[in-house]
């Protein structure tokens, strides 16, 4: 009798750990593929687990942060949802490639056209953003999830640090060091003053190939006429020794 109370003590323990535990690893999340340099380009994934057992979800909405904003944005179709693109003006001036951008995106939204994730199921949401941010260490997204049943979890709550992850982590995607070879830094003007440089350093390497041949051929006549000369004194030289 004591063994059969302390085996469904344990399971209830057991059970109850396993229900606080599920939200910290049941939440919308976002991961690069590969790296996410600081002032590079990205493709991100946002990962989100239906956490019902009885609904489906039909709706993801990421929010993007205004104090980082992104300029370019584009999804990648998925079968099965429709996406939305949302573009305001930022609070302070962008600027991509060299060029001043007037508007950023504020929010993406994917909506199912059929099912959506049924329960027991997870899908990615990919993403290509940049050019990343590079005076900050990370971007946090807040995400909205909507079910089936009308039900929405927000998943919105900051992580602070030294305290518990919240109940509703919004997603955070971490920056690595800025790349060497990636894109940050490149501008349409620098690349096309790279080509004028080329060209200019082709155009008078070849003109010094063109100044050097005129140089051989002009020292050819002049050793030919030269030689000539001297064949002909030589001549001339003779005779006269001849005729003396």
Do not use: C
Not at 150 to 179: F, H, T
Not at 190 to 201: C, P
């Amino acid at each position: 009798m004591k063994a059969s109370r302390i085996a469904a003590a344990g399971a209830v323990a057991a059970s109850a750990v396993l229900a606080l535990s599920a939200p910290a690893f049941a939440h919308v999340s976002v991961q690069p593929e590969g790296t996410a340099a600081k002032g590079d380009y990205a493709t991100v994934n946002f990962k989100v687990p239906n956490e019902r057992d009885d609904a489906s979800t039909t709706k993801l909405e990421v929010n993007f942060p205004t104090d980082h904003p992104l300029a370019s944005v584009m999804p990648q179709p998925i079968d099965g949802w429709s996406v939305k693109v949302t573009k305001s003006k930022p609070a302070k001036p962008l600027t991509l490639h060299g060029e001043k951008i007037d508007e950023a995106v504020t929010k993406v939204t994917w909506t199912a056209s059929g099912k959506g994730i049924e329960p027991g199921f997870f899908q990615k949401f990919p993403l290509s953003i940049g050019a990343l941010p590079e005076d900050t260490d990370e971007l946090v997204f807040k995400a909205v999830q909507t079910y089936s049943n009308k039900e929405v979890v927000r998943w919105i709550e900051p992580q602070k640090e030294g305290e518990e992850e919240p109940e509703n982590p919004a997603p955070v995607l971490a920056l690595s060091a800025a790349s060497e070879t990636g894109h940050h830094g490149s501008t349409a003007t620098e690349d096309a003053s790279d080509a004028k440089d080329t060209a200019q350093d082709t155009t008078e390497a070849a003109s010094s190939s063109d100044s050097s041949d005129t140089t051989a051929r002009v020292l050819g006549v002049v050793g030919i006429v030269v030689g000539a000369a001297g064949v002909a004194y030589g001549v001339l030289a003779g005779r006269r020794r001849t005729n003396a």
